[in-house]
């Protein structure tokens, strides 16, 4: 009876090729994000092999349920360093295993959530508007557009025109969609600190909302009741001008009301020291002989290959 024996080459040792043998060599669930190897290349090597130009710096971060002392007592192992020189071409060795703290290498901390993107910019509302301007008759005004001037009761004011509004217009029209804003005729120093009504234009704007069209608004305050009914609200006279639709930007206390708004922003929390983790370090080497031929295998015999020698190693 004989027995047939196969040998298949071993692949040279490289940065990825060492990472992912001892993710699966090294005790159990060390897994490969938390193997670090890193490759130098020596000034000097000590064995005249191509490959051995190179050593290895392993560090083997402690996660999970793998303790540090167990990763560093398998490193340690002659039969762990035995596989290790079995798995690659060069004729590597493992050297100055160490147990520290050290920081944990960016490629391995966990990823970082993404800023939030701030919220789209909303475009200012528009809606649609019938706007017509009040204007005392007889203290410098303008008379354009205006179709009778009309005498009243009551003092003019801003308050004094929503009154009547709210009482003139359809139903349906709410005092949320009326505007009245007192606007000086003439801009100077004593105009800009005067109390006096009859110095200021009146500018309504009636927004068009609900069931209550355009075309309503308008012919209502068109008709002449509207105006005997200004005329008879009023203690002084008026002029109105005609009617005009518009799409206008709708001003902030006649928006419909908002959201409330959102909380203060959380304060940065402080600033956290870099992570430590425990880690296992070790350097993987070229194992050299006095002549600097090393231990590669087939390169240096030691015992002629036979059935019998194979029997005596087994």
């Given at each position: 009876?004989?027995?047939a024996i196969q040998t ?6 490289s940065v ?13 669930c060390v897994?490969?994000?938390n193997?670090?190897?890193?490759q130098?290349?020596?000034?000097a ?9 190179f050593?290895?710096?392993v560090r ?5 349920n793998?303790a540090a ?6 490193a340690?192992?002659a ?5 290790l020189?079995?798995?690659f071409?060069?004729?590597l ?7 520290g703290?050290?920081?944990v290498?960016?490629p391995f901390l ?5 800023p939030p ?5 909303a ?21 354009t ?8 009761r009551?003092?003019?004011s801003?308050?004094?025109i ?7 217009l ?9 505007s009245v804003i007192a606007?000086p ?5 004593l105009?800009?600190s ?26 209502t305050?068109?008709?002449n009741?509207f105006?005997?009914g200004?005329a008879d609200?009023i ?5 109105i ?5 518009e799409?206008?930007v ?5 928006l419909p009301p908002?959201s ?14 870099p ?6 370090r070790f350097?993987?080497v070229?194992?050299?002989t006095e002549d600097g ?7 240096v015999a ?7 020698s194979?029997?005596?190693?087994v």
């Amino acid at each position: 009876q004989t027995l047939a024996i196969q040998t298949t080459a071993a692949p040279a040792a490289s940065v990825e090729l060492l990472r992912e043998y001892f993710a699966s060599t090294l005790p159990c669930c060390v897994g490969l994000r938390n193997v670090e190897v890193t490759q130098r290349q020596l000034s000097a090597p000590t064995v005249n092999i191509p490959g051995c130009e190179f050593e290895y710096d392993v560090r083997v971060l402690e996660r999970s349920n793998v303790a540090a002392s167990d990763v560093a007592a398998a490193a340690r192992r002659a039969l762990f360093r035995f596989q290790l020189d079995d798995a690659f071409l060069e004729p590597l060795s493992i050297k100055n295993v160490t147990v520290g703290t050290t920081l944990v290498p960016s490629p391995f901390l966990p990823p970082s959530p993404p800023p939030p993107s701030p919220p789209p910019s909303a475009p200012p509302p528009l809606e649609e508007v019938v706007r017509l301007v009040i204007s005392p008759v007889g203290s410098g005004g303008t008379s354009t557009g205006t179709r009778r001037k009309l005498q009243g009761r009551s003092p003019l004011s801003e308050n004094s025109i929503l009154a009547y509004l709210s009482s003139a217009l359809p139903r349906g029209v709410s005092g949320r969609d009326v505007s009245v804003i007192a606007v000086p005729r003439r801009r100077s120093r004593l105009l800009q600190s005067t109390t006096d009504a009859s110095d200021f234009d009146f500018v309504v704007s009636i927004f068009v909302r609900g069931d209550i069209s355009a075309d309503t608004l308008v012919d209502t305050v068109s008709s002449n009741d509207f105006e005997q009914g200004l005329a008879d609200s009023i203690d002084e006279p008026l002029a109105i001008s005609d009617p005009v639709q518009e799409v206008a930007v709708v001003p902030s206390p006649f928006l419909p009301p908002s959201s409330p708004p959102d909380p203060p922003a959380l304060p940065p929390p402080p600033s956290t020291p870099p992570p430590l983790e425990d880690v296992v370090r070790f350097d993987v080497v070229c194992a050299g002989t006095e002549d600097g031929t090393g231990n590669r295998r087939g390169l240096v015999a030691r015992v002629p290959l036979s059935v019998s020698s194979v029997r005596a190693f087994v």
